[in-house]
């Protein structure tokens, strides 16, 4: 599986932003994906999860700003970002999850699929 994640960009607090990540060399609804972040001396760290069936899940700190959603048509996943803060400053990662799915989902070890990575810099 390819990844290829795009979107980032400098922004202000308070903007918003969609990140995607376009997936090739699998059947793309057959895969869990997931978004995490790495900020500058820090771990990469979970953000959101999609399942298959669209079953979302969000670290506390974005629930109510950021919004996970796919389309298996595409095989596209998306993360829109509203009320951007600059402690969300992070190089932003999506990653795949391929089955059995074991694993829990906020660890990076549990994704088998990594894209390059897009920075993301809210200025205040």
């Known amino acids: 599986v390819q990844l290829q994640a795009s979107g980032g960009g400098l922004v202000q607090a308070g903007d918003s932003l969609r990140l995607s990540c376009a997936a090739s060399?699998?059947?793309?609804?057959?895969?869990?994906m997931g978004w995490f972040r790495q900020a500058p001396g820090k771990e990469r760290a979970f953000v959101a999860r999609?399942?298959?069936?669209?079953?979302?899940f969000y670290e506390d700190s974005v629930k109510g700003r950021f919004t996970i959603s796919r389309d298996n048509v595409k095989g596209t996943v998306y993360l829109q970002m509203i009320s951007l803060k600059p402690e969300d400053t992070a190089v932003y990662y999506c990653a795949a999850d391929a089955p059995p799915y074991s694993g829990t989902y906020t660890n990076t070890g549990t994704y088998d699929y990594w894209g390059q990575g897009t920075l993301v810099t809210v200025s205040s």
């Open positions: 060399g699998r059947t793309f609804s057959r895969l869990s």
């Open positions: 999609i399942s298959l069936s669209s079953v979302t």
